[in-house]
């Protein structure tokens, strides 16, 4: 596993994260593979849960700036 940084934002606008969600959902499926592996430490395993727990929240960002934009581009006259 890489040690991929969060996201970071700042006080008033977030920036873009630097991990897209692509690569955020493979670490998070290695993440998920070495949890299920077993054979780890405690600490081990609250670090690598920790870390899933950033990178789902990563790939929930990434979705729901994609449902944004496709409802931006999506016609006012089209029905949901």
Do not use: K
Request: with cysteine.
């Amino acid at each position: 596993m890489t040690d991929s940084p969060a996201p970071e934002t700042g006080p008033d606008t977030p920036a873009e994260p630097r991990q897209t969600y692509e690569q955020a959902r493979e670490e998070l499926a290695d993440v998920v593979r070495r949890l299920e592996a077993g054979g780890l430490t405690l600490e081990e395993s609250l670090s690598l849960w920790e870390r899933g727990e950033q990178l789902a929240e990563l790939c929930q960002h990434w979705l729901d700036r994609a449902r944004e934009r496709l409802a931006a581009a999506q016609p006012a006259d089209a029905p949901d």
